[in-house]
Each structure stands twice: as structure tokens, then as C-alpha cells.
């Protein structure tokens, strides 16, 4: 994850002073693009601690077609219990949703867009709602029968429904590709980057969506490009930063994937686990910006 790191560095170096939506401030830079080999390991940050557990959960919880916060604690821990958190649980609690007429969960997030985009057009009439698109099962199905397409697309960013979420998509599109070798890479575009809290999680994240896209679909992995817009450091952030790069990387760990599942909404917690053991420093507390 030397990358990481370097994009870590290149912001602190070379990026401007902004204010922002949750008034912390940030350090940013706009347009950074950054290439993770999946077949040198998988790129799991190591100077700290990974919530891989939480990776894993949450990825489930959106190829599931979720908006429901407590059915993501029940994923993680087994529990929709109140007094189980999950990294959705400050949004869903956040002053600004909490009025918000959605019977407590997260609104039309990413997960329903990608199993429910609803499309407003019925034989030319517009009607909220009338049709339903899943997104991530034609994704599969272009894959498998139509390779060489320019048109492996998923996209979060619904723009007539982003006040009916509890936070606009962040990672807002994917695009997959797949090699002459047969090979399935993803590059996926974020608008915004939290480059401390969020970004190891969504590099990971998309990373493990790919392997599981690729083994359904019978291909390799190639790539996981990672394109993002603001790309930031909040200030509440920069000494945790300082001190992850002070730490040297370790080895980075292989993805194990439970080899009978051959249909993306089999996978569970359990099909889900490490190959070569994932070895990583202490985990650096950071508060996030809500």
C-alpha cells in the first residue's frame, strides 16, 4: 500500500486549505488516480488496522439492495440490537436526517441504487418509481455474455433521489473492464475522500467487490483503479496521519473466497476470509467528520 501512502503525502505537500459541509476543514487536492494490482496481493492498508469485518459486512449489506442501518449491525454482529454500532450508525443518527420521514433507516443509499434504481419513465408518462433496474445483477450479466462491452457500469448517484438520502453517495460509479486474458479490473470514481478514515475502507471494499464479481463470472482479477475528485485530509486528522507515515508496510495479505459461490448474492460473512494472514500495526483512533 505504498501508494496509500504516497497520496498521503502528496496532500499534505501539495494540497490547499478548505472549509467543508461538516465545518473541521480539510487539506485537499482535486484529481488524484491511484492503481492497485490485485495479483500482488490485496490492498489492504497495513501501517494500521483495517475494520475488515466492517469491509466485508457492508459490501454484503449493498449487493443485498439495504437503505437499513440495523440490518447491517444484524450482518456484522449477528444482532440488530440498539446497542450494536456499525460505521452507518453516526449517519443515521446525524441531527440533519434524524427528522427525516424514513422510519429510521438511511433512506435510498447506495446499496438500493444498485438493486433498485427506479426509473421515473412508463410508456412515456412520468411516474415516480413506476420501474425497477438492478443494476448489479445486469452488471453480471453484461460481463458474462457480452466481455468486450464498454458499458459494465453500476452508479450510485441518483440525482432525483439524493434528498431521499441520508448521505449523497461518496464512491458514486464503477466501471469494470475485462483483458484479452481474462482478467477483471474496476475503476471506480469518488467524488469525495476522507483519505485517513475512508479511503483504506473503500479501496478494500471495491478490491473485494471485484473478486467476487470475477469469481461468479468465472475471470481473473486485474486492476482496481481508484479515481477520486476532492481527495482530503481533515485537520482534525493530520497528526493520525503523521504518525501512520512514520510506520513502514507490511506484507499485504491474499483474499480467500469460498470457491462454490458462483452467484453474487450467496456470499456471507463466513465465504469471505484471508488466504496469507493480514499483518498490520495498531489501529490509529480518529474522529469522523459528520
Known amino acids: 500500500m505504498k501508494q496509500y501512502l504516497d497520496d498521503l503525502r ?25 492503481r492497485y494490482n490485485l495479483n500482488v496481493g490485496f490492498p489492504a492498508v497495513t501501517t494500521k488496522n483495517l475494520a475488515w469485518e466492517s469491509v466485508k459486512s457492508e459490501l454484503l449489506w449493498f449487493i443485498e439492495g439495504s437503505g437499513d442501518e440495523r440490518r447491517l449491525a444484524e450482518i456484522l454482529h449477528g444482532t440488530r440490537d440498539a446497542s450494536k454500532r456499525t460505521i452507518w ?27 433498485d434504481w427506479r426509473s421515473p419513465i412508463i410508456n412515456g408518462i412520468l411516474v415516480q418509481g413506476s420501474t425497477s433496474t438492478n443494476q448489479l445483477a445486469n452488471l453480471i450479466e453484461g460481463i458474462k455474455n457480452n466481455p468486450t462491452s464498454r458499458r459494465h457500469i453500476i452508479t450510485a448517484w441518483n440525482p432525483g433521489e439524493l434528498d431521499q438520502m441520508a448521505l449523497p453517495p461518496c ?93 453474487i ?5 463466513s465465504d469471505i476470509n484471508w488466504d496469507m494472514p493480514y499483518t498490520c500495526d495498531d489501529a490509529i483512533p480518529a474522529k469522523m467528520a459528520v
Not at 19 to 26: I, M, P, Q, S, V
Not at 184 to 194: H, N, V
Request: aromatic content about 10%; overall charge negative; charged content about 20%.
Open 265 to 269: 448474492n450467496d456470499f456471507k460473512m
Open 10 to 34: 502528496n496532500i499534505l505537500e501539495n494540497g490547499e486549505e478548505h472549509d467543508d459541509r461538516t465545518g473541521t476543514g480539510t487539506i485537499s487536492v482535486f484529481g488524484l488516480q491511484t
Open 171 to 263: 464512491h458514486l460509479l464503477a466501471q469494470f473492464y475485462v483483458s484479452n486474458d481474462r482478467k477483471l479490473s474496476c475503476q471506480m470514481y469518488q467524488r469525495s475522500a476522507d483519505m485517513f478514515l475512508g479511503v483504506p475502507f473503500n479501496i478494500a471494499s471495491y478490491a473485494l467487490l471485484t473478486h467476487m464479481i470475477a469469481q461468479v463470472c468465472d475471470l481473473d482479477v486485474g486492476e482496481f483503479i481508484h479515481t477520486i475528485g476532492d481527495a482530503h485530509i481533515y485537520t482534525n486528522h493530520l497528526s493520525a496521519v503523521t504518525k501512520q507515515l512514520n510506520r513502514k508496510p507490511h506484507s499485504l495479505p491474499t483474499l480467500w473466497l469460498n470457491p462454490s459461490i458462483k452467484n
Open 89 to 115: 450508525t453516526d449517519n443515521a443518527n446525524a441531527e440533519y436526517w434524524k427528522g427525516a420521514n424514513f422510519k429510521g433507516d438511511l433512506g435510498r443509499v447506495y446499496g438500493t441504487q444498485w438493486v
